[in-house]
């Protein structure tokens, strides 16, 4: 993802990727799916509350929410034992 760009790259590894499909590694599908422009914690608020209007199950669950924090959560303790490790932290 790069937020700056509001661009997004998906790689998936994929052993049956035929040929048309592959980039330029065997086995790799490369797809760039469009991006909805407009800031990332508006849109988050506006597609909870259309989800409660139409009363329709919101784009992402109570579950895949707690998933993502916690990977984030993961991902800055690595940072952190990373820059430790490395001697960066000032």
């Known amino acids: 993802i790069d937020y700056a760009r509001r661009d997004l790259l998906l790689i998936d590894v994929a052993e ?3 040929q048309e499909m592959a980039g330029p590694a ?3 599908v490369f797809r760039k799916p469009p991006v909805e422009t407009g800031e990332p914690l508006a849109l988050e608020i506006q597609a ?4 409660i209007r139409m009363r329709t199950p919101p784009q992402v669950t109570a579950q895949e ?4 924090l916690a990977l984030a959560l993961e991902i ?4 952190s034992a990373h820059t ?3 001697g960066l932290n000032t």
């Open 16 to 18: 049956s990727a035929t």
């Open 26 to 28: 065997p086995g790799l």
């Open 48 to 51: 909870f509350l259309e989800a």
């Open 65 to 68: 929410g707690r998933d993502a």
């Open 76 to 79: 800055n303790r690595e940072i």
């Open 84 to 86: 430790q490790r490395a």
